[in-house]
């Protein structure tokens, strides 16, 4: 039986640090705003003559895949629309993305900066205290989900997950070197995923 990308991630995910809101290695537990910055504000010194990625919805796929090729200029994204940056982590915050798994760590961003759609809670990991590929994915686990998915406020299509469960999540803080070193799995999973299939197109 042939396992997907998502669920390899999650079962080494558990195996090296416990389900998410557990703390069987004792390392003690927090909060996820404490491991993070949500929501990042935009930096005063960016550089209103560049071109930065530009990322909807639709470019960010349900297992952790972000197009970021899109640029716009300065001018046509820096009002309205959601900041971030390199290796930060984007989530969907409304129904039904948030439920069907929309996420992932923004890569390849142009000249580092990204700006998309605001219904993107952006996860910017903290240097020495967490990496984002641990950040996502505890956002990946179905039980996140769910649990975001009771607190949604809104209407109809118009539900949101509140930034409120993000920063008072429960959650055991690893030593950021094993969380390095899953990161370092992730990675490499992805790197043997697109060589394999790179290689079938010859």
């Known amino acids: 039986m042939k396992i997907c990308r998502s669920e390899l991630f ?10 998410p809101g557990t703390d069987p290695f004792r390392w003690g537990l927090t909060t996820l705003g404490k491991c993070c910055e949500l929501n990042p504000r935009k930096p005063k010194g960016i550089n209103t003559d560049d071109s930065y990625s530009f990322v909807a919805m639709p ?3 349900e297992d952790g895949r972000i197009d970021a090729s899109v640029e716009r200029p300065y001018s046509e ?4 629309f959601t900041y971030f940056a390199e290796n930060d982590v984007l989530f969907a915050k409304i129904t039904p993305c948030m439920e069907n ?4 760590v923004a890569k390849g961003l142009k000249n580092g900066v990204g700006f998309g ?7 910017r990991p903290i240097k020495g205290v967490s990496d984002p590929y641990w950040l996502y994915i505890i956002t990946m686990f179905s ?5 975001a998915e009771k607190v949604m406020t809104g209407t109809g299509g118009q539900r949101r997950v509140p930034i409120t469960y993000l920063s008072e999540y429960s ?11 899953f990161a370092v799995f992730v990675r490499q999973s992805d790197k043997s995923k697109y060589n394999a299939s790179q ?4």
């Not at 999650?10 to 389900?19: A, Y």
């Not at 994204?77 to 309205?80: I, L």
């Not at 759609?117 to 996860?123: D, G, I, K, N, Q």
């Not at 039980?143 to 649990?147: L, M, N, Q, T």
């Open 77 to 80: 994204v820096c009002k309205g």
């Open 199 to 202: 290689a079938m197109r010859l």
């Open 117 to 123: 759609s605001t219904e993107f809670h952006v996860l």
């Open 143 to 147: 039980k996140f989900r769910s649990d």
């Open 59 to 61: 470019s960010v796929s």
């Open 10 to 19: 999650k079962s080494q995910f558990i195996e090296r640090f416990g389900k």
């Open 101 to 104: 798994g929309k996420g992932g």
């Open 171 to 181: 959650i055991t803080l690893p030593p950021i070197e094993l969380q390095e070193q």
